[in-house]
């Protein structure tokens, strides 16, 4: 008798943790579904429009630069256009239908596709700029991604007022829409997502995980806070110092771009580890407040399912190019020839097999 009343015991405890697991797990997934759907923005619809590598009369006040600063916006307008070359991959090799075929892949049939993310410096009433962009390109088929981190002080044409300014300026004056158009045209890569996150939400999310650990290549203070060579711990509030400072840096925004990636690349591997399953709840509302994107929450499934385990070879490229005074303004400047050539290594592994 007292046997059988263990075991019903047992089973009943057994069925009740199922219950409290299943109950757990629902809560999480409507968590995790209620997120996506509120990060979800959608861009404008946008006809592709053929990019013209352009080039510029020399300006007659213009220096070459070996340092980076931080100087008002020029609208010098487009003054001469080059001829775009007939090498693989250049504009004159991708027609609009395979364009608009990569602006609009099909994640379930694991398409190849390109990818803006965006970290902007948001405040209350204003929109702010885009500290950091970088552009990915995604082939599942070979496992292979490029990422190309975009200098913020890059001189690009506007898409909006066919005028030159920096490429991080896209998004003040046009928002994230803009900005997806300039650094199309900037590459002749057509673009079917971007992420964008204000970097003032990551303090809460490093916060949330317990911090993240850093290897800092060289020593320096920024905003109050020291940060020494080597490894250390950070919060949220010296994580984003942390990611921020570039002037100091001799490797300007390539630099701040590495400090970012250890940055994220630790936040993300603490959220999905076993002992922060529990906090997930209080990150996935950070995100739903901080983070924006035209991926579909079935999208994000399809990339968690069919992408993420398929990419076994990430290259990193910089863009090349050299510090400028125009006009008293300063450029990071990139010839039409460099842009050809980022052009062709994305489309090359985007529509090769």
Not at 188 to 210: C, H, Q, R, S, W
Not at 267 to 290: C, F, G, M, Q
Not at 296 to 319: C, F, G, H, W
Request: aromatic fraction near 8%; charged fraction near 25%; charge should be neutral.
């Amino acid at each position: 008798m007292k046997r059988a009343l263990w075991i019903r015991i047992a089973i009943y405890s057994l069925l009740s943790l199922l219950v409290i697991a299943l109950l757990s797990g629902g809560y999480l997934w409507y968590s995790m579904q209620h997120t996506m759907d509120a990060m979800y923005e959608p861009l404008p619809s946008v006809k592709w429009v053929k990019p013209e590598f352009e080039s510029e009369k020399p300006p007659q006040k213009a220096e070459a630069l070996e340092r980076n600063s931080v100087i008002p916006a020029d609208t010098t307008p487009l003054v001469e256009e080059a001829k775009p070359d007939n090498k693989q991959g250049s504009a004159d090799g991708l027609d609009e239908e395979t364009a608009e075929k990569l602006r609009r892949p099909n994640l379930r049939n694991e398409d190849p596709f390109s990818m803006l993310l965006l970290g902007v410096d948001e405040r209350a009433g204003d929109r702010g700029r885009s500290d950091t962009m970088i552009l990915l390109a995604i082939q599942p088929k070979t496992g292979s991604a490029i990422a190309i981190s975009i200098p913020r002080d890059t001189r690009a044409l506007m898409p909006n007022s066919g005028k030159y300014d920096k490429i991080n300026h896209s998004y003040a004056f046009g928002g994230t829409s803009l900005a997806v158009e300039a650094v199309e045209r900037l590459f002749g890569v057509p673009i079917a997502f971007y992420m964008k996150t204000n970097m003032e939400g990551l303090v809460n999310i490093v916060d949330t995980v317990g911090g993240v650990d850093v290897d800092n290549p060289r020593a320096f203070d920024y905003e109050g806070n020291s940060f020494p060579l080597g490894a250390q711990h950070l919060d949220g509030a010296e994580a984003l110092a942390y990611s921020r400072m570039r002037k100091q840096d001799p490797q300007g925004d390539f630099g701040r771009t590495q400090r970012q990636r250890q940055v994220l690349s630790d936040a993300v591997d603490r959220v999905v580890s076993v002992n922060s399953i529990t906090k997930l709840p209080r990150v996935l509302s950070h995100l739903s407040e901080y983070v924006r994107t035209n991926l579909t929450s079935q999208n994000m499934i399809d990339l968690a399912l069919k992408y993420r385990p398929s990419i076994t070879n990430v290259e990193t490229i910089s863009v090349q190019g050299r510090g400028t005074m125009i006009n008293g303004i300063y450029y990071y400047t990139v010839t039409p020839e460099e842009r050809q050539k980022i052009q062709a290594t994305m489309l090359n592994l985007l529509i090769s097999p």
